[in-house]
């Protein structure tokens, strides 16, 4: 199983919901990742778990709050959040073996904030 | 400067010709570099992964890698038109874990 799958595929939610999106991989990765994407950008990262512990918070603002409950499931609860936060959602994993950090993405979740 | 800079095209070749995607970087003791194809509407794919000076071949694509000059390419050869796409250099710092990626090249091949 070489596949990253996340879910939902879209999402709308009002700015006073709780939503959760969510991460599934079964390589054995042991590094995860969450980025945002907004149309015609690069992918920018917001946080990465290495072996379940939180390596990596870009500053991203507290109404989005990543959980790693084990080594193949990632989170993202979202609290709160604002129109500008409406973006593709994206979960990538990794080995972490050999010192390679080839990313694997999930076909992420469209997030639409109104 | 851009931590990661690619032209953002469009760089438009016909059906059998040599696409040439460029990227550079800023971070001098970055270690890893990849190139990943975004279809429209799509999530990132992977296609090429480089650790070392030198080229690397896999089959139509050839990644170039010159850590003196801060630069990376991509080739594709014979490019088709489901090529099409955007791709986007990606560098990861010393620390391992922090992808950057480039604005992406967006590729058109005419058939």
């Known amino acids: 199983d070489t596949e990253v799958t996340q879910t939902p595929k879209h999402l709308v939610m009002g700015m006073t919901n709780k939503k959760s999106l969510k991460c599934e991989q079964h390589?054995?990765?042991?590094?995860m990742y969450w980025y945002k994407q907004k149309a015609k950008k690069p992918p920018e990262l917001m946080f990465v778990?290495?072996?379940?512990?939180?390596?990596i918070n870009e500053s991203v603002p507290s109404r989005f709050s990543p959980e790693c409950p084990n080594s193949s499931l990632l989170n993202l609860h979202l609290h709160a959040l604002q129109p500008e936060d409406s973006a593709l959602y994206l979960c990538?994993?990794?080995?972490?073996?050999?010192?390679?950090?080839?990313?694997?993405f999930g076909p992420g979740t469209r997030l639409t904030v109104t | 400067q851009k931590e990661v800079e690619q032209n953002s095209g469009p760089l438009s070749v016909p059906e059998g010709a040599i696409a040439s995607l460029n990227c550079t970087y800023s971070?001098?003791?970055?270690?890893?570099f990849f190139w990943y194809r975004q279809y429209s509407g799509k999530s990132p794919e992977l296609i090429m992964s480089?650790?070392?000076?030198g080229d690397k071949e896999d089959g139509r694509f050839t990644a170039q890698l010159n850590k003196a000059s801060q630069y990376v390419s991509l080739l594709i050869r014979d490019s088709q038109p489901s090529d099409s796409a955007t791709y986007l250099c990606?560098?990861?710092?010393?620390?391992?874990?922090?992808?950057?990626f480039g604005a992406g090249t967006r590729l058109f091949v005419k058939a």
């Open positions: 778990y290495s072996y379940e512990k939180l390596s």
């Open positions: 990606a560098v990861t710092n010393t620390g391992g874990f922090k992808t950057i």
């Open positions: 990538a994993s990794s080995p972490l073996a050999g010192g390679t950090n080839e990313q694997y």
């Open positions: 971070d001098r003791g970055s270690q890893s």
């Open positions: 390589m054995g990765h042991r590094a």
């Open positions: 480089i650790y070392s000076n």
